[in-house]
């Protein structure tokens, strides 16, 4: 387990950077910036900045903006990319209605 | 809830997966294949260049072609390819659900392999959101699927195979690539897929990155910028171009979520996020397998292969074949899979600098760092010699596991051994006929005829020829040289087309004797 | 004209059905069965929908289903992936602003 105050206290107080306005989450239209700050608020993992910002949590989830968030919160953390926490994987892969995942084998119509 | 059980369920029909399938029919299993798209084979109907390696992996065919025999294959064997069909979830006993139309289908497996292939890395900057920035397998589905050009003047992002490939591609479908960048100091992908690209006129930019993309509703132009050694553009150093679309080539990474749901055991590598395999494709969940770039991404030859093993191991776990048929069949493959995986881009070299050839040559540093081979290196190679007559002059100067040419060659002219990733020799003691079967069979386009003294002061070079309008004997043009830069005046003498050609036409231009070594390209006037 | 008739390798372009739709109300030419996204691009259409908080364009981004940039309200229903969706003729195709086909402020 990471010590989240000792972490925070390691890598500084968020500094704002001339890209930060850049989008990084194509479908929630999350910015670098916003993802940085997040960091720095103690939002170390994937899965949490996911539910904290909503990014990668679009129609797309997260398929092209998963590699970049993953780099950002690598070099704000100091750590290599491969060390920060990846989201957990669910069900459904892909966007799809509601209506039929409500349908799905007809359970919930019952 | 309904649930239909299968001995064998397949996710993904592109070429690890379909191959995996055929592998596993051929022992008896009948397998289901999966896939989201509207016509199976992936990536490969969107290849249309010659394949390298040698014969067993299906050098010098295009990838189209492969993708069609591999269908036919399926088909002859009996797997079962259901196409609009999206696997939503994969769950720990091997569970399946699939969204089928309007519906979500449950299936379980004994074996279940995922073959879900790769997805696209993107690289942000400013503007990247802009309708005409695309990703190059964008490209490549619309000009080569739907036939429809995806710009009309195109600056290309990244120097790997698939940058270098699709570029080609945007040229062959009429395209303009004004540029093309990486912000690696180096080119990543063959050199001579670089090399086909310069002699037609793109410039290379390395070290060099997007700045922005400008246009306020779709894309109007670029601003690229040479970057420093922390990967921040130089002031100074920006450089514009109008452009209607920027194509991006950063690589790519396996879709493994699927893996990840399974519970299968996860590694996060630098070549991304890859399920722990053994060497036959089985993840840590016993009957779940992964075969192709979801498990690490390299070349859909190798994927084939992969998959083949994967069926063959698959076909072993529900007792359909013994150990030992398994074992000698994996390894008969993994024979086939090592000489794809030798020579300079094998994976163990990937990142590193290789000075020397295998023959202890050095390399082109111009090749890497601008696209091309210098005037004054091209003679070091083995395949590049003199002689008045007419003979190849074989421009393949990186070690490169592929060896058609010579097979091509009858009168033995080509020389390359057992270990297919040697550089070609030319042997002079072997009189070559002219026929060009060498010039179409390299899937790197680098081999030229040349002849000296055809008449008075002029020769003739020979040189692979894949664009429209195909120019016609008399043609007045100029010839350019392996920088794509203009060299001297040319005029058409022979075009061959032939159905062993396979599409590469031989166009052979005449230009001044002291022209031949330099004039690699031909256009119209 | 962006279509490819011929091609070096892929030779001519098989002949299509030639269909038409509605793109915002404006009648255009397209072939059945061809990616809605395709047809759009044949007649110069690049912006497929506005974002919801930053209205900003998006188009075609991946072309292959992935990346969800592309979609648009088809037959009034919004979200359609319209890169893998093939035309049908008639087909009523609108800008996405956010979810919606109204223009938001």
């Known amino acids: ?110 | 809830m309904k649930i239909e059980r299968y001995d064998m369920i397949v996710v993904g029909a592109g070429p690890a997966g379909l191959s995996a399938a055929i592998e596993a029919a051929k022992r008896g299993i009948k397998p289901i294949v999966f896939d989201e798209n509207q016509r199976p084979g992936g990536q490969l109907f969107k290849q249309i260049h010659k394949f390298f390696g040698s014969k067993e992996h299906k050098a010098k065919i295009r990838g189209f072609k492969i993708g069609e025999e591999l269908l036919a294959e399926a088909e002859q064997y009996g797997v079962k390819v259901v196409l609009n069909a999206t696997v939503i979830g994969l769950y720990p006993e091997k569970e399946v659900t699939v969204r089928i139309g309007d519906e979500v289908k449950h299936y379980k497996g004994d074996a279940v392999l995922v073959a879900t292939g790769a997805a696209e890395n993107m690289v942000n900057f400013k503007g990247w959101t802009l309708p005409g920035v695309i990703g190059a397998g964008a490209a490549q589905t619309m000009m080569n699927l739907h036939h429809i050009k995806p710009g009309n003047r195109v600056l290309m992002l990244g120097s790997g195979n698939v940058g270098l490939v699709v570029s080609f591609q945007l040229l062959q479908s009429g395209c303009e690539v004004v540029a093309l960048a990486d912000a690696a100091p180096r080119v990543g992908g063959y050199g001579v897929h670089a090399a086909k690209v310069s002699r037609c006129g793109v410039p290379f930019y390395l070290s060099h990155t997007i700045v922005e993309a400008e246009g306020t509703d779709h894309v109007t132009g670029v601003v690229i910028g040479q970057v420093g050694p922390d990967w921040k553009v130089i002031p100074g150093t920006e450089k514009h171009f109008d452009v209607d679309t920027i194509c991006l080539a950063v690589g790519l990474s396996p879709m493994s979520q699927l893996l990840k749901q399974a519970g299968c055991k996860m590694a996060d590598t630098k070549g991304g996020y890859v399920p722990v395999c053994d060497e036959d494709g089985a993840t840590s969940v016993p009957g779940v397998y992964a075969a192709g770039d979801v498990s690490g991404i390299e070349e859909a030859s190798s994927a084939m292969i992969e998959g083949r093993m994967s069926g063959a191991t698959i076909a072993e776990y529900l007792g359909y074949i013994t150990k030992e048929e398994k074992e000698s069949r994996v390894n008969e493959l993994e024979a086939q899979l090592d000489t794809l995986r030798q020579g300079m881009f094998a994976p163990k070299n990937r990142g590193k600098l290789v000075e020397k050839t295998e023959e202890g040559i050095d390399v082109s540093m111009n090749l890497l760092e601008k696209g091309y081979v210098a005037q004054d290196e091209i003679e070091r190679y083995p395949g590049v010699t003199k002689s008045k007559g007419i003979h190849p002059v074989i421009e393949c100067t990186q070690n490169i596991p592929c060896n058609p040419c010579q097979d091509a060659c009858k009168m033995g002219c080509i020389m390359i051994g057992k270990n297919i990733t040697s550089l070609p020799a030319v042997d002079s003691n072997h009189k070559c006929i002219g026929c060009g079967m060498c010039v179409a069979s390299c899937s790197g386009q680098a081999i030229f005829l040349v002849e000296e003294d055809v008449e008075p002061g002029y020769g003739e070079v020979t040189m692979p020829y894949e664009f429209l309008p195909l120019p016609e004997v008399g043609d007045k043009g100029m010839a350019y040289g392996r920088d794509g830069r203009e060299v001297c005046a040319a005029e058409v003498t022979k075009v061959r087309t032939s159905k062993a050609f396979d599409h590469t036409n031989l166009l052979t231009i005449k230009v001044p004797n002291e022209m031949l070594m330099t004039a690699r390209f031909y256009k119209a006037k | ?105």
């Open chain 3, 1 to 105: 004209m962006n279509r490819i008739e011929n091609h070096p390798i892929l030779g001519e372009t098989p002949s299509r059905n030639k269909v038409t739709f509605t793109y915002n109300g404006q009648v255009m030419e397209g072939y059945e069965g061809e990616p809605i996204s395709v047809a759009l691009k044949a007649n110069g259409v690049m912006a497929h929908r506005y974002t919801a908080k930053k209205h900003e364009p998006r188009g075609i981004f991946c072309a292959i289903g992935r990346c969800t940039d592309c979609v648009m309200i088809v037959n009034d229903k919004p979200n359609v992936r319209t890169c893998i969706t093939p035309l049908e003729a008639g087909m009523k195709v609108q800008t996405q602003y956010g979810v919606s086909a109204e223009k938001q402020d």
């Open chain 1, 1 to 110: 387990m990471i010590d989240i105050q000792e972490k925070l206290k390691e890598i500084g107080p968020y500094v704002e950077a001339p890209d930060d306005y850049m989008l990084v989450c194509r479908c929630e239209e999350v910015t670098k910036g916003e993802i940085r700050k997040a960091v720095h608020e103690g939002f170390f993992t994937i899965e949490e900045i996911r539910r904290y910002l909503r990014s990668g949590m679009g129609l797309c989830q997260g398929q092209t903006c998963g590699k970049l968030v993953k780099g950002i919160v690598s070099r704000e953390l100091k750590v290599a990319p491969t060390e920060v926490e990846p989201a957990v994987s669910r069900a459904p892969m892909r966007p799809m209605e509601m209506e039929i995942l409500a349908e799905d084998g007809g359970v919930a119509h019952e």
